[in-house]
């Protein structure tokens, strides 16, 4: 395959799987997908937050299952990094921690795609305001 | 961090943070000086003159959640080790600018590593953003910029495993013809 060097390259590239990517883009709807957040601080980085990112941004695409990952800051758990929250959609979020490559397949094959519970979750230790009303 | 790469990645957190809408990443290796620095410069929020003048004491951080911050005394730590410097210019209201220096041949500095992986990551994660990417040597200099990308293939974010790959496969083949990778062997 020719490599990719240039935007035209890039353009090129995507045009020829196009249509796979229009039905995908124009079905975003954060709500009613999974949304997978990466704890990107110090710790998690150093720990190996960006393998389990890019895990993440690669499995849920070619497991064709509809989600955003994103990254975020410091959610205080830094003796279990890396950690992941998944929220699927019309449930509360869950954070896992400690999450490696093998981890982070696991949460894909039994909490996205099944609802199943696994080892390794943080517990809710804060209350909103909203919860509290 | 065991790469250079992720140090890049944990200071753009504070830029991502600062609410920057443009975060400027230049890397400068010249193996006729026996010099390397790296640059990351954003438009954000910018920090008040009491904070920027101990934000490199890992006891000092903005956060809630914690009580230290080890992004930037890591990054200093590690420029030090090898020769080089860490100094930050920030204003209130205009942006920071975080600058790192290293003697390139220094048997204590951290590789680069897979700086190529990071872009695709803030970018993929942060599409407002607009992140420009300007990596110079004796050879040459390439540069990119995620809005241009976004403006040349008419999209609006970058949630597509496939374009990120390709993407990081253009930054390195990009960054090979520069010498990056033989660079970072020496």
Do not use: W
């Not at chain 1, 990466?38 to 299952?65: H, W, Y």
């Not at chain 2, 390139?104 to 590593?113: C, I």
């Amino acid at each position: 395959m020719s490599q990719i060097k240039s935007l035209a390259d890039l353009k090129k590239k995507r045009e020829e799987i196009k249509t796979g990517l229009d039905v995908r883009i124009k079905s975003i709807d954060p709500e009613n997908h999974v949304q997978v957040k990466v704890a990107m601080a110090t710790c998690g980085i150093a720990s190996g937050a960006k393998p389990i990112m890019e895990f993440f941004v690669e499995q849920l695409d070619r497991r064709n299952i509809p989600g955003v990952v994103t990254q975020t800051g410091c959610m205080g758990y830094c003796f279990a990094e890396p950690t992941v929250e998944i929220k699927l959609p019309g449930k509360d979020p869950v954070v896992f921690g400690y999450v490696d490559l093998k981890k982070a397949d696991l949460i894909i094959e039994k909490y996205i795609k099944e609802g199943e519970l696994i080892d390794g979750i943080i517990p809710v230790n804060y209350e909103t305001i909203d919860s509290k009303e | 961090m065991l790469t250079l790469a992720l140090n890049i990645l944990d200071i753009v957190q504070n830029s991502i943070r600062a609410e920057a809408s443009t975060i400027t990443i230049d890397i400068g290796e010249s193996i006729k000086n026996d010099f390397m620095d790296i640059r990351v410069s954003d438009n954000g929020k910018g920090m008040p003159e009491e904070l920027l003048s101990k934000v490199t004491d890992p006891f000092v951080t903005t956060r809630t959640t914690r009580r230290i911050g080890m992004g930037l005394p890591l990054l200093k730590h590690q420029a030090n080790l090898a020769g080089g410097d860490l100094s930050i210019e920030s204003y209130q209201g205009k942006g920071t600018s975080t600058y790192v220096t290293f003697i390139l041949g220094h048997v204590d500095r951290q590789p680069l590593g897979d700086i190529a992986g990071v872009m695709t990551i803030l970018m993929s994660a942060n599409p407002e953003i607009n992140f420009l990417y300007n990596h110079k040597t004796d050879t040459g200099e390439y540069r990119f910029s995620s809005l241009e990308i976004k403006e040349y293939l008419g999209i609006e974010d970058f949630n597509d495993s496939h374009l990120l790959a390709d993407i990081k496969e253009m930054i390195n083949e990009n960054l090979k013809d520069i010498g990056v990778f033989d660079i970072i062997k020496s």
